[in-house]
T-cell receptor
Framework: GAGVSQTPSNKVTEKGKYVELRCDPI?????LYWYRQSLGQGPEFLIY????????DSGLPNDRFFAVRPEGSVSTLKIQRTERGDSAVYLC??????????????FGAGSRLTVL | QKEVEQDPGPLSVPEGAIVSLNCTYS??????FMWYRQYSRKGPELLMY????GNKEDGRFTAQVDKSSKYISLFIRDSQPSDSATYLC???????????FGKGTTLSVSS
C-alpha cells in the first residue's frame, strides 16, 4: 500500500483480556518496527523484524507481549492479560532495509489501546 | 538519566516567529539524527535527517548537530499555524536497530 496501515485505530478492552493489533507495512519494506507511545512521551521501541524473524525484541516489557510476522509482510502485536498500564498508542513503522542507522522509518497512524 | 532529553514545553509563539527546538543526548555512539513531526492523533512523520555533525537546511527548517556537545537543534523560520504539532528528536548509532526518541516538544503557533 501507499503507507503503513494499522488496525484497529482504536481499541477499548477490559483488564485481563487478550488484544491483537495489526500492521500492514509499505509493500517491499523488509524491516518492521513496533513502538509504544504513552501520553506525553516519545515512542519507545518494542520489537524489530527483519523479514519474518524478530531481530531485536529487547524492548518488549514482559512475556505478556508477543509479536509475529509469519510471511514477512503483515505483523501482529499480541498482548495477553492486558493491564491498565498497557494503555497507550501502539505505533508500527517500516523501512526498506533494517539494521542500519541510515534507515528512514515510515510510521503508521497507530492503534490507540485503552484498558479499562 | 535518559539517553535523549527533550523539553516537552509547551512552546507558544506568534505566527512569523523563529522557533528553536533542542535535544541533548548521552550516547556518543549516536551518528544519525532525525526530527519527526507528529500531529494530534497521527503517526510521526520524518521532517529532517542529518548524519554526524553539521547543518542541514530544507526550506524554512534547519537542523543542527553538535556532536562535541551532544546537542541537536531544529530551527523553524517564519513559523506558521500549520507548524503547530509535537516535534520529536530521534537518533541511532551506526549499528543500532532502533531509533531512540526524545519526549517531544509541543509547539503552538498562533495567527
Amino acid at each position: 500500500g501507499a503507507g503503513v496501515s494499522q488496525t484497529p485505530s482504536n481499541k477499548v478492552t477490559e483488564k485481563g483480556k487478550y488484544v491483537e493489533l495489526r500492521c500492514d507495512p509499505i509493500s517491499g519494506h523488509t524491516a518492521l518496527y513496533w513502538y509504544r507511545q504513552s501520553l506525553g512521551q516519545g515512542p519507545e521501541f518494542l520489537i524489530y523484524f527483519q523479514g519474518t524473524g524478530a531481530a531485536d525484541d529487547s524492548g518488549l516489557p514482559n512475556d505478556r507481549f508477543f509479536a509475529v510476522r509469519p510471511e514477512g509482510s503483515v505483523s501482529t502485536l499480541k498482548i495477553q492479560r492486558t493491564e491498565r498500564g498497557d494503555s497507550a498508542v501502539y505505533l508500527c513503522a517500516s523501512s526498506l532495509k533494517g539494521n542500519s542507522g541510515a534507515n528512514v522509518l515510515t510510521f503508521g497512524a497507530g492503534s490507540r489501546l485503552t484498558v479499562l | 538519566q535518559k539517553e535523549v532529553e527533550q523539553d516537552p514545553g509547551p512552546l507558544s509563539v506568534p505566527e512569523g516567529a523563529i522557533v528553536s527546538l533542542n535535544c541533548t543526548y548521552s550516547n556518543s555512539a549516536f551518528q544519525y539524527f532525525m526530527w519527526y513531526r507528529q500531529y494530534s492523533r497521527k503517526g510521526p512523520e520524518l521532517l529532517m535527517y542529518t548524519y554526524s555533525s553539521g547543518n542541514k537546511e530544507d526550506g524554512r527548517f534547519t537542523a543542527q548537530v553538535d556532536k562535541s556537545s551532544k546537542y541537536i537543534s531544529l530551527f523553524i523560520r517564519d513559523s506558521q499555524p500549520s507548524d503547530s504539532a509535537t516535534y520529536l528528536c530521534a537518533m541511532i548509532g551506526q549499528a543500532g536497530t532502533a531509533l531512540i526518541f526524545g519526549k517531544g516538544t509541543t509547539l503552538s503557533v498562533s495567527s
